[in-house]
């Protein structure tokens, strides 16, 4: 089962990524108002739900959870600014190399943290992951043309602070519920930015002075995020987060994908290859884990 909804939030998340891409080419927001954007549609997407789904309220007053996800929060925010700067800068082709190493983070600190506790670590699905990054990484990378930048750095760190918002939020797991964790990180979000654009002095009427494309896009975006973010939560609940840091690597598989019909960024034949390999890889550890 966890394999079929990793397949979906794969799918989703690719999705996403693309549709976010092409949300930022239509935007001439600061990138604090652009990720604002985010817990907007967010707080009336996961407060309609709200009357669907119980959330224990327990969640707001306990004051662990609330420190932990403050910090999460700096984290995400830093990380979020980054990505926003970094996907007006370059092609999404020039990065997608380095698209796995969040999942390769999480998997090793979640590793080093848990290495005694056989209940959530494994040394098959540490190996496995390492080898497949390692192909994602050797396949995906233009040799003739090969240089590490500095916005390749950069974002390289930014898939480090996702890696630890992440790790934050699974913590946080132990106790609550995903729809818990989700409604407070929607409501915290939307305060936090709200306030970092009241201090950096941005003008919120720039929000509504953006392109039809910015609007449809970015909504497309953010719901199809919130989405799939529940579920990443709910998989990461169910199944520890080192097997879903590994079924994770399925993504760059539909990122191709989405490269090509939504993006009209040709994939290499390189990166079809690399495709099957991760399909074959993630069948193996699966058949044989």
């Known amino acids: 089962m966890s394999i079929i909804l990793w397949i979906i939030t794969s799918i989703m998340w690719s999705l996403w990524w693309a549709y976010r891409k092409k949300s930022s080419d239509h935007s001439n927001l600061p990138n604090p108002l652009f990720v604002l954007i985010w817990p907007m549609i967010g707080i009336v997407f996961i407060y309609s739900l709200v009357f669907l789904l119980w959330i224990n309220s327990e969640i707001f007053s306990n004051y662990k959870v609330l420190v932990l996800l403050i910090l999460a929060w700096c984290v995400d925010w830093l990380w979020a600014i980054l990505e926003a700067w970094i ?15 969040d999942k390769l983070f999480i998997i090793v600190i ?14 098959t ?8 990054f390692i192909i994602i990484l050797l396949l995906s990378i233009d040799y003739k043309n090969f240089k590490l930048e500095t916005i390749i750095i950069k974002y390289i760190l930014v898939k480090l602070l996702y890696a630890i918002a ?12 995903t729809m818990d964790v989700f409604a407070v990180v929607i409501l915290v979000y939307l305060i936090f930015h709200t306030s970092l654009n009241i201090l950096l002095k941005n003008d919120f009427k720039q929000i509504v002075k953006q392109s039809r494309s910015f609007y449809k896009y970015r909504i497309i975006s953010s719901t199809i995020w919130r ?43 390189k990166q079809i290859i690399l495709a099957f390999t991760v399909i074959v890889l993630i069948w193996i550890w699966y058949y044989f884990k």
Do not use: H, Q
Request: no cysteine; proline share 2%.
């Open 87 to 101: 996907y007006k800068k370059v092609k999404i082709s020039k990065i997608l190399p380095y698209t796995s190493f």
């Open 110 to 123: 979640w590793f080093i943290l848990f290495y005694w506790n056989a209940w959530y670590t494994s040394v």
């Open 125 to 132: 699905t540490l190996i496995v992951a390492i080898f497949t």
């Open 166 to 177: 992440t790790l934050i939020m699974w913590s946080i797991l132990l106790s609550y519920g």
């Open 227 to 269: 989405w799939s973010f529940i579920l990443w939560m709910f998989i990461i609940e169910t199944s520890w987060v080192l097997i879903a840091s590994l079924l994770s690597f399925i993504t760059i598989v539909f990122s191709i994908l989405s490269m090509k019909f939504i993006l009209n960024d040709t994939p290499t034949k």
